[in-house]
């Protein structure tokens, strides 16, 4: 199809589907099919649990370990921590992110709070959306919490 053609000449005319080539528009992501957004929700489902699973009990070791005080203290503290970042590696994928946000479990509780706020990413499409939304604008696909 040559863009410069009239409208009138024959074989102009919009694809099945869309005007472009293929039928798709170009920006527009195809939404998501019902089998493939319930196998993302189970996917979110795991990566929920496992990143709940791991970063409570790690909050509650850092906590128990700055009571305890001394070396054994310190390697609760430690340990706590490690399952906190492990728990946050879960959760970063389960927002759509980088493995390596988890690292903001360093800082602990409030590193919880800056991934917690950072937007989140579709797993389906890639596409940015909002902290708080559930559903993503472009595909129609279920977001982490």
């Known amino acids: 199809m040559n ?5 009138n000449h024959p074989g102009h005319g919009p694809h099945p589907g ?3 080539p293929g039928g798709a528009y170009p920006g527009r992501v195809p939404p998501i099919h019902p089998e493939q957004a319930a196998a993302l929700a189970r996917e979110l489902k795991r990566l929920n649990t496992m990143s709940f699973v791991l970063g409570v009990p790690g909050i509650l070791l850092q906590g128990a370990g700055q009571n305890m005080g001394g070396a054994i203290g310190a390697i609760v503290t430690l340990g706590g921590t490690a399952m906190l970042v492990v728990g946050l590696v879960f959760y970063a994928k389960l927002r759509g992110r980088h493995p390596a946000f988890a690292l903001l479990g360093l800082l602990s509780c409030l590193g919880l709070l800056i991934l917690y706020f950072i937007p989140k990413s579709c797993l389906h499409c890639k596409t940015s959306s909002s ?3 559930r559903q993503c604008p472009a595909c129609g696909a279920p977001l982490g919490s």
Do not use: L, N
């Open 18 to 20: 869309g005007p472009y």
């Open 131 to 133: 902290f708080s939304a």
């Open 3 to 7: 863009p410069y053609e009239s409208p």
